[in-house]
């Protein structure tokens, strides 16, 4: 993607795994054609993999030249590409299942700029000092407030204000919010995960934006401000600023957070990490550079090689033939097998008729082949749950073992029971109406 030649970007990031997080499931990313931060999801089972992974897939995106009528086509794509990787890991590793990512991204092309946004990571633009926020929460509590049942303020303060309606798991198709907004010069741009927006309010961010003329003064204080609240989750913050063609600008690109951590990127070989110039102390070597032309081995000098005999080569080569049939056959029969056994032990609860029931398996199918049957069909009614619950029945929740789903079923039956004792409460279907005689 071409760099813009009428504005240039100076940008800062920062990421901290927070006060009570035992690792960063955040990932941070800044360019002089891109800004992105993704919130990893799963804890165990490898959010900050998923993260990384929104980071390098999109950066990889952002160095293709694209014309700006293409730009939001292969932003969705992107997303399509992501989800691919991450189901791609849970195959490889079943224990992953259950990982997730949000994308919050901005890509600039000259004058304007694309906005690609999954989940609750946020994008921010102060303009002449005033403060808004660019992209919508994909929550609950945001689906709430779009319907008038709570305030924005209430939301802030909402039991369940974390619990997301869409991400990229690798298992459900999303659909990303795309746009296209004009730029111009004095722009500030704020890029964030819910470490630091769900603790620090908007007015005080918009105080140090105006007040912190230097994007890495802003991110480092914003950062601060989050541990001092608390932070009890992970923490990263891109701040860039836009500039007209005659001021300086930032050049080398900076990762942060998951995606810049060695094991992770070592757990992953084959994605295409971006490089960071925000060097290691420890090792002087930007991270996902690659190794100059005088910097590699000189080749061995080939061995002379001897052609054997016409039919002996033929023979050879049926052997081979055989030999190759012969082990995919035995794979494929070592996955099947695999496969049936790890199904066996996989439940989610779901709606089958109206009602909750239990399924063995795991959405989808193989080909004609369903990879799920029904496990047992409760009488509790989808309709009587809240509407948070019914949102999760309606994507499928996952347990490991029938004892987990019957739990899980549990919790439901006591959401319901809750909106009966308390119809009022936030979310909860009307009561249902009798009828005279």
């Known amino acids: 993607m071409s760099d813009p030649r009428s504005v240039r970007l100076r940008y800062a990031a920062r990421s901290d795994v927070g006060l009570r997080r035992p690792g960063n499931e955040d990932s941070g990313y800044a360019d002089n054609s891109m800004l992105m931060v993704a919130d990893g999801m799963g804890g165990h089972a490898a959010g900050e993999l998923a993260s990384a992974m929104a980071v390098a897939t999109f950066a990889e995106l952002a160095d293709e030249e694209l014309p700006s009528d293409e730009v939001l086509e292969y932003l969705a794509g992107g997303v399509d590409l992501l989800s691919e990787r991450i189901g791609d890991v849970i195959a490889a590793e079943p224990a992953n299942q259950g990982m ?32 808004d926020q660019i992209t919508k929460d994909h929550t609950y509590v945001q689906s709430l407030v779009d319907a008038g049942e709570i305030t924005p303020e209430e939301a802030t303060r909402h039991p369940r204000r974390n619990l997301l309606n869409r991400a990229v798991d690798g298992i459900h198709v999303v659909e990303a919010d795309l746009s296209m907004r004009e730029t111009r010069p004095g722009d500030r741009y704020l890029l964030c995960t819910d470490g630091l927006s769900g603790v620090v309010p908007d007015t005080t961010l918009a105080e140090v934006l105006r007040q912190d003329a230097d994007p890495t003064g802003a991110v480092t204080r914003l950062v601060d401000l989050a541990l001092e609240a608390g932070a009890p989750d992970n923490v990263t913050v891109v701040v860039a600023d836009i500039r007209s063609a005659d001021q300086t600008g930032s050049t080398d690109p900076v990762v942060v957070g998951a995606a810049g951590e060695r094991g992770n990127r070592a757990k992953l070989p084959n994605v295409p990490w971006p490089v960071d110039e925000q060097l290691d102390p420890d090792d002087p070597q930007p991270r996902g550079s690659r190794p100059s032309l005088d910097e590699l081995p000189e080749p061995a000098a080939a061995a002379p090689v001897t052609a054997p005999p016409r039919s002996s080569g033929r023979r050879r080569t ?73 949102t999760r029945v309606a994507s499928g929740i996952f347990a490991t073992s029938p004892e987990g789903a019957t739990q899980i079923v549990a919790e439901l039956r006591s959401d319901a029971a809750a909106c009966q004792v308390d119809p009022a409460e936030s979310g909860c279907p009307p009561p249902a109406k009798g009828f005279g005689p």
Do not use: C, K
């Open 100 to 131: 997730g990512t949000t994308v919050t991204g901005l890509v600039w092309l000259g004058e304007r700029m694309a906005v690609v946004h999954v989940g609750d990571s946020r994008a921010y633009l102060l303009r002449d000092g005033t403060l």
């Open 318 to 390: 049926r052997r081979v033939v055989f030999a190759v049939v012969g082990i995919l056959i035995l794979v494929l029969a070592a996955v099947g097998a695999l496969l049936a056994g790890w199904l066996a032990n996989q439940y989610y609860v779901a709606a089958a008729d109206g009602t909750v029931a239990v399924y063995r398996g795991v959405p989808g199918s193989l080909g004609p082949i369903p990879l799920q049957r029904l496990s047992e069909r409760t009488d509790l009614a989808v309709a009587a749950l809240p509407s948070y619950a019914q």
